[in-house]
C-alpha cells in the first residue's frame, strides 16, 4: 500500500498524514551490503493542494540496519529528514499520475531517501578500523637496541647506494 493522497479531500483544506510504511511499500533495491532496510518508514506530512500542483512537507524516518565499513561492526542508523518538501505538479511537462482522484507520494520520498543515503557508513566518525595484527613470522629478539630494529622505511632506501 503505497502513501497516496485524495485530490477532492485536498479541494476544501489541508491533510495531516502521520504514520508508518512498510518498506516494502517504498520498493528501494539495495545493492549494498552494508546497509538494510528491516524498519518501517515513519512519517508526519502535511499535504495541500497548490495552483497546479500538490504540496507535501514534513519530516520523514527510515530506520537502517548499517554495518561499519571500517570495523565491521553493526550499528543502527536514523535517516531523518526533518523539513522534507516536494511539490508534485499535475499539469505541465512531467505531471505525476493521477489514478481515480489520487497522487500517490511513494516515489518522490523514494527518491529523496536514496540521495540521502549514507555513501560508506560509520559507526562513529573517528573509527580507527580493524585492531592491526602482525602477520608472518614471530619477532625475535637479537639483542639490538629497539630503535637499530625499527628502521623506517625511508632511511632503508637512503641506503641504497645507486
Known amino acids: 500500500m503505497a502513501l497516496t493522497v485524495n485530490l477532492r479531500h485536498l479541494d476544501d483544506r489541508?491533510?495531516?498524514?502521520?504514520?508508518?510504511?512498510?518498506?516494502?511499500?517504498?520498493d528501494i533495491e539495495i545493492q549494498d551490503e552494508v546497509i538494510q532496510l528491516n524498519r518501517p518508514l515513519a512519517y508526519d506530512l502535511e499535504v495541500q493542494k497548490v495552483e497546479d500542483g500538490v504540496l507535501a512537507q514534513g519530516s520523514i524516518v527510515l530506520p537502517l540496519d548499517c554495518e561499519c565499513v571500517r570495523c565491521l561492526k553493526k550499528f543502527k542508523?536514523?535517516?531523518?529528514?526533518?523539513?522534507?518538501?516536494?511539490?508534485?505538479?499535475?499539469?505541465?511537462?512531467?505531471?505525476?499520475p493521477v489514478i481515480n482522484d489520487c497522487v500517490?507520494?511513494?516515489?518522490?520520498i523514494r527518491e529523496d531517501i536514496l540521495l540521502e543515503?549514507?555513501?560508506?557508513?560509520?559507526?562513529?566518525?573517528?573509527?580507527?578500523?580493524?585492531?592491526?595484527?602482525?602477520?608472518g613470522k614471530a619477532k625475535t629478539t637479537t639483542g639490538?637496541?629497539?630503535?637499530?630494529v625499527k628502521s623506517s622505511p625511508w632511511s632503508e632506501l637512503n641506503r641504497l647506494k645507486l
Open 14 to 26: 489541508e491533510l495531516h498524514l502521520e504514520g508508518e510504511l512498510p518498506v516494502a511499500d517504498l
Open 144 to 148: 639490538k637496541d629497539d630503535a637499530s
Open 117 to 135: 543515503f549514507p555513501q560508506h557508513p560509520l559507526c562513529d566518525p573517528e573509527c580507527r578500523g580493524l585492531p592491526k595484527t602482525t602477520v
Open 77 to 96: 542508523y536514523e535517516l531523518h529528514l526533518p523539513r522534507w518538501a516536494a511539490l508534485l505538479q499535475l499539469e505541465g511537462e512531467e505531471p505525476v
Open 104 to 108: 500517490d507520494l511513494t516515489p518522490a
